[in-house]
């Protein structure tokens, strides 16, 4: 059977507000619209209305399944967001008055239960989100039309991908999850509103899938423009806090298994017998059905697959992005690390361009970050240690021995890591940069 667009958009609406309404606590029903207000409930349904819509169909394309319960019908749809190509600028007063209400919420933590301490990390972490994406949405996009105002040099659709869509998205569930702790009292939950929202954080998926391409594109412009690379390299230092844009442009990719993480450890929060556990449970359910139809459809290459699954195994304190344009991964291996107090258990993971070691953790099975080693920093006539399935790495900050667990696997390390080194010593001294990367 085939369903016009209208048609399937009102009743994929329709299935949103009657999940959020199921419950029959008029107290839950009030508070089902990620807006507040008296008019919640046909805010809500503008709210929904305005976010998907076949009025004004823009390039950022979600493939979903819905079910018309009324009819019990099971179909699949192709839709469009109805979002702007790119997020409007930030305003300053407003930015300010987010920062002081996330101030004054955090004052009170030692006041309120747990859950309230979780979602003031939610709004805080959802607000730095959501003003990385407006730099690459709004500042960089920016940078990027004064470039090719002359002579374009870089696709802006390909670069940018639905970063404009997703702006829009996330910066009302901002609004609402700050209007939210700011009427805590009254109204003291946000599975609510993730639920609501769980649902459009599909739109992602065209995103995600476009990363890999969209990365390269600006690292092969740079290569090949040197005023476009000295553009980005300024626009860097001004704004980017010591990080790359690409690294800002991580950040879609790793918000939806974060929120999956957040509703988590809400749920295991909760007060026993809480009235809200249905609820938070759906907004859980949601996000990850978002992330498994995101993991669908992306088309993504195994290289950036096999980084980000290191990725989201490590636990840094500081921040730590894997994903860099051009990295390749190579192998990884558990070694054992020398010391002159105990031998311990180390995970490692060789890149083409660095060498990380991390601590697995014996409970969560996460591995926590220890060090990293640009390759060009360490020596490529790596030590072979007869004894012991031994080898050493000789680095300017540190020198360490590492053992295999065979003679071949020391030997295939060994290799490894010399070709890789010598790989990324040419690749430095093609680009003319020989001498200049040391620590």
């Avoid at 409930?41 to 319960?69: G, L, P, Q, W, Y």
């Avoid at 991908?161 to 700011?182: A, F, H, M, P, Y």
């Avoid at 980017?240 to 298994?257: D, E, F, G, H, W």
Wanted: with cysteine; proline share 3%.
């Amino acid at each position: 059977m085939t369903y016009n667009f209208e048609k399937i958009r009102k009743i994929f609406i329709r299935k949103i507000n009657s999940e959020a309404d199921g419950n029959n606590d008029n107290n839950l029903q009030n508070d089902n619209s990620p807006s507040t207000g008296s008019n919640r409930t046909s805010e809500a349904s503008n709210t929904r209305e305005s976010i998907i819509s076949a009025d004004s169909v823009s390039s950022a394309r979600i493939s979903t399944s819905c079910n018309d319960d009324e009819n019990n019908v099971n179909f699949e749809f192709e839709g469009s967001f109805s979002v702007p190509n790119s997020c409007p600028a930030s305003d300053e007063s407003s930015d300010e008055g987010t920062q002081n209400q996330l101030k004054e919420a955090s004052e009170n933590l030692h006041l309120r239960p747990k859950i309230y301490t979780i979602a003031c990390e939610l709004c805080r972490t959802e607000n730095e989100y959501v003003n990385g994406l407006k730099l690459v949405d709004v500042k960089f996009r920016s940078v990027v039309k004064k470039i090719n105002s002359a002579k374009e040099i870089i696709s802006e659709p390909e670069l940018f991908s639905t970063i404009g869509q997703i702006c829009v998205l996330n910066e009302r569930l901002l609004k609402d999850l700050t209007e939210r702790l700011n009427n805590w009292d009254k109204n003291p939950r946000i599975s609510d509103i993730m639920k609501t929202f769980g649902p459009f954080f599909k739109s992602y998926t065209m995103y995600v899938s476009d990363f890999e391409k969209a990365t390269t594109l600006l690292q092969e412009t740079q290569n090949k423009y040197p005023e476009f690379a000295k553009a980005v390299s300024d626009f860097q230092e001004e704004y980017c806090k010591n990080l790359t844009v690409s690294a800002y442009m991580l950040t879609p990719i790793q918000r939806i298994p974060r929120y999956r993480l957040i509703m988590l450890d809400y749920i295991k929060n909760l007060p026993a017998g809480s009235e809200e556990l249905d609820i938070a449970k759906h907004a859980l359910a949601s996000i990850e059905d978002a992330a498994k139809k995101i993991n669908q459809n992306m088309k993504i290459g195994d290289n950036l697959r096999k980084i980000l699954k290191v990725q989201e195994r490590i636990r840094s304190k500081k921040n730590f992005n894997l994903v860099m344009p051009s990295r390749l991964y190579l192998r990884e291996g558990i070694l054992d690390k020398v010391s002159r107090r105990e031998i311990q258990s180390r995970v490692f993971f060789l890149f083409s361009d660095m060498l990380l070691y991390t601590e697995p953790e014996t409970v969560t099975h996460a591995l926590r970050y220890k060090d990293e080693f640009d390759l060009v920093t360490i020596p490529a006539d790596q030590t072979l240690y007869g004894e012991n399935f031994g080898f050493q790495i000789n680095h300017k900050r540190r020198r360490f021995i590492l053992k295999a667990k065979s003679i071949e696997e020391r030997d295939e390390w060994v290799k490894d890591l010399q070709t890789a080194i010598d790989d990324a010593r040419s690749r430095l001294n093609s680009y003319g940069l020989e001498g200049t990367s040391s620590e």
